[in-house]
C-alpha cells in the first residue's frame, strides 16, 4: 500500500522530516526544444529542484506514445521506490504536455491518461498559442506553422526551424498568458492547458 506524502519514510541518509516534502514531478514531452527550455528554465526562476523533464520523440511523439512512455515511468518509480524502500523515488506528479496539431488517437491518450493518474497539458494547435499569451490575447484559429510564423512579431529570431526559447523572454509576461488562458475553452483552436502545469510547479517551488 502506498504511503501519503506525510508519512513517507527516507532512508537515514536525508535526514529527519521537518515538514511535509515538496511533490516530485514528472514532465513528458513531445518536442525537444521549445517545451523542454520553456519548463526548464521556468523552474529555474522559481527553484522547483523537483522537477524532471523526459524527452519522449518515439514514433513521432503522437499523445498515445507520450502517455504509455510516461505511464512506464512512473510504473519503474514505483517498482524502485519499493525496491530501496524509499517512497521519496516515486513520481507524485507525472504529466504529459502535448499539441493537439493533426495528432490521431487523442481520445484514447486521454482515457489512458485517466486511468493511470497522469496529468495533462494540452496545446491546440501547438505550444506556441502559450507562448503567444504572453505577449497579446489570443489570435483565433491558427494553424501550428502559422502560429510559429507570428510569433516573429515577439521574438523577432523565433521560426519553425529555430524554436529555441530563453524564459527570460517570457518571464514578464508569464500572469498575464495565465489569465488569458483560463479564459480559452480547453481543447478548441486555441486553447493551452499548460498553465495547469506550471502553476503547480510554482505553488510547490
Known amino acids: 500500500m502506498s504511503k501519503s506524502k506525510r508519512n513517507r519514510t527516507r532512508r537515514p541518509a536525508r ?33 522547483n529542484l523537483l522537477v524532471e523533464i523526459v524527452i519522449e520523440s518515439k514514433a513521432g ?4 506514445t507520450l502517455v504509455e512512455a510516461a505511464k512506464k515511468l512512473k510504473k519503474e518509480a514505483e517498482k524502485q521506490a519499493d525496491r530501496k524502500e524509499d517512497d521519496f523515488l516515486k513520481y507524485d506528479e507525472v504529466w504529459c504536455v502535448f ?4 495528432h490521431p488517437n487523442i481520445p ?18 501547438c505550444f506556441e498559442i502559450w507562448l503567444w499569451l504572453h505577449f497579446a ?8 506553422h502559422e502560429l510559429q510564423k507570428k510569433m516573429k512579431q515577439h521574438i523577432p529570431s523565433y521560426s519553425s526551424k529555430n524554436k529555441h526559447v530563453n524564459y527570460s523572454d517570457y518571464k514578464d509576461g508569464y500572469e498575464t498568458a495565465v489569465s488569458r488562458a483560463k479564459k480559452l475553452e480547453e481543447e478548441v483552436n486555441p486553447s493551452t492547458s ?12
Do not use: C
Open 15 to 47: 535526514g529527519k522530516l521537518t515538514k511535509d516534502p515538496k511533490p516530485k514531478i514528472l514532465v513528458v514531452t513531445e518536442g525537444e526544444v521549445t517545451e523542454p527550455e520553456y519548463i526548464r528554465g521556468f523552474t529555474r526562476i522559481y527553484r
Open 108 to 125: 484514447s491518450a486521454k482515457e489512458m491518461a485517466r486511468d493511470n493518474n497522469i496529468k495533462l497539458a494540452i496545446s491546440n494547435p
Open 194 to 205: 499548460v498553465w495547469k502545469l506550471t502553476e503547480q510547479i510554482r505553488k510547490n517551488a
Open 61 to 64: 511523439s503522437a499523445p498515445k
Open 99 to 102: 499539441d493537439v496539431d493533426e
Open 137 to 144: 490575447e489570443q489570435p483565433g484559429v491558427q494553424h501550428r
